[in-house]
């Protein structure tokens, strides 16, 4: 039987968060090495400033390990989340991966699957999306890049505050996908599965248009992840037992 396609997202990287760095570790050194491919659909950092972040030995060793995963022929591919959209081709080749674009669609067994980190469907928040249209700008990116290193990471942690203190005010619905949105995207593309991340809410939804799965985020520790295989689709915890509400 082929080996199967896993997808994380959502993982938050810091060194605030010890916890879940181990436990990264060990899933790129344990369970990702029994794949054929990784696809890690964003927000794979806490927060990345530009590719001279490698030059930090905290980032430079999560880098390491992506890249001793792929040493062993393991396929990875990294999508950007909203997080880490400034993830580029230093951190791809310092990792040995392959950036994608976001949405993208796979077939690995088969069946075509659509995969998106999800940030673009919560168009119910009309402030992220203007925010979202705003630093996604290729002239803007260019012009943060040649920004001094300390001062991008200040104004950042600055931007952070500023975000967790908004979303306490925003109602939880807004901050989700909306259905439409997703309903577009999938006909769009024609196909009857999406998986994304984003939204931390896992879960499995069924509904006219097709399936709709979330991958979970991983904090102190704790997280999951999506197998594909030739039996279908299935979520795991980290300890590989099947992830709550999303099997039959």
Avoid at 71 to 94: E, P, Q, S, W
Wanted: net charge neutral.
């Amino acid at each position: 039987m082929p080996d199967p396609v896993l997808l994380i997202s959502d993982l938050h990287l810091s060194p605030a968060d010890p916890a879940t760095v181990d436990a990264f570790g060990r899933f790129v050194a344990g369970p990702a090495r029994r794949a054929q491919a990784l696809y890690i659909l964003g927000d794979l950092f806490e927060v990345w400033i530009g590719d001279d972040q490698l030059g930090e030995p905290f980032y430079a060793a999560r880098a390491a390990e992506l890249r001793a995963l792929a040493a062993t022929g393991v396929a990875v591919y990294f999508m950007a989340g909203n997080r880490d959209f400034l993830c580029g081709k230093r951190f791809a080749h310092d990792a040995g991966l392959t950036l994608i674009a976001d949405p993208l669609a796979i077939a690995p067994f088969g069946d075509t699957l659509l995969l998106a980190h999800g940030d673009a469907y919560c168009t119910d928040d009309v402030d992220y999306q203007r925010f979202r249209r705003i630093v996604r700008n290729p002239l803007v990116q260019w012009l943060w890049r040649r920004l001094p290193y300390r001062w991008r990471n200040r104004e950042a942690a600055k931007l952070r505050e500023k975000s967790t203190a908004m979303n306490r005010r925003k109602a939880e619905a807004i901050m989700d996908v909306n259905d439409g949105a997703v309903a577009t995207a999938m006909r769009t593309a024609g196909v009857a599965t999406l998986i994304h991340g984003h939204t931390h809410r896992p879960a499995r939804h069924r509904g006219t248009h097709g399936t709709r799965w979330v991958l979970p985020d991983w904090h102190a520790g704790e997280g999951g992840y999506l197998r594909i295989d030739a039996d279908g689709i299935a979520m795991f915890t980290l300890a590989d037992t099947p992830f709550p509400g999303t099997t039959d």
